[in-house]
């Protein structure tokens, strides 16, 4: 079974800290790709990677930047967390070669900025 | 442009009652692929089922089923005899073959079984 983790369920930080949400997948997928969720908007890309050091921007990627160093290991930053950031951020991967972009998705990490 | 239109944002059904989540898309490829995903209240993303473009055949699944129409470009999802575990928020979704491999997603419709 495709696993994908992130570092945490809960997490709540102070505005203006800087914030690394951490996700790992263990199926060697070349694609990862981070969410935030939000009530009424559904799941919006921040950022995705396609492979090691590649990373392009998604829809709302302002606020946000990424690292990419290991394959199985995706990293969302949050240079300095605002409150309008706080949401739900979910993870996931999928295999490149598979052609249909199915994507696996982690449990989440909700993030309470005050 | 490429949508994912789920009309219903929220739906509330007595246990036992079918109910049908409505997907209408939006692709000017000819090859993609269509998703349903169940999100509990845990968080978690559970995919459901894909289809591809080009198979139109509806498909069952224990109490689920899924009628694709390209016609309509729609791809609807009904759970027959629907149970209190079966309460979460769904997501339609489309990828593009032809493009890249990221994903579409619709806003969710949130369905509520009501014991």
């Known amino acids: 079974d495709v696993k994908v983790t992130q570092s945490s369920r809960y997490l709540v930080k102070r505005t203006g800290e800087k914030v690394f949400l951490e996700c790992v997948q263990d199926?060697?997928?070349?694609?990862m790709f981070w969410y935030r969720q939000d009530p009424g908007l559904g799941l919006r890309l921040i950022y995705f990677?396609?492979?090691?050091?590649?990373?392009e921007k998604g829809d709302i990627p302002e606020g946000y930047s990424v690292s990419r160093e290991k394959k199985e290991r995706f990293s969302l930053i949050l240079e300095s967390a605002s409150t309008n950031q706080t949401s739900m951020y979910l993870c996931?991967?999928?295999?490149?070669?598979?052609?249909?972009?199915?994507?696996?998705f982690g449990p989440g990490t909700r993030l309470t900025v005050t | 442009a490429q949508k994912v239109t789920q009309a219903q944002t929220e739906i509330s059904v007595v246990e036992k009652e079918d109910v049908t989540l409505d997907c209408v898309y939006e692709t000017r490829d000819t090859t993609y692929y269509l998703f349903w995903y169940k999100q509990p209240p845990s968080g978690e993303l559970v995919f459901l089922i894909r289809r591809n473009s080009f198979d139109e055949q509806n498909e069952i699944s224990g109490r689920y089923s899924w009628n694709f129409q390209k016609s309509t470009s729609s791809f609807n999802f009904t759970i027959t005899a629907s149970q209190v575990v079966d309460s979460a928020v769904y997501f339609c979704?489309?990828?593009?073959?032809?493009?890249?491999?990221?994903?579409?997603f619709g806003k969710g419709t949130r369905l509520h079984i009501l014991p």
């Open positions: 990677s396609y492979d090691v050091k590649m990373k």
């Open positions: 996931a991967s999928s295999d490149r070669d598979s052609g249909t972009g199915e994507q696996y």
């Open positions: 979704a489309l990828s593009e073959a032809d493009r890249d491999d990221k994903i579409i």
């Open positions: 199926m060697d997928h070349e694609n």
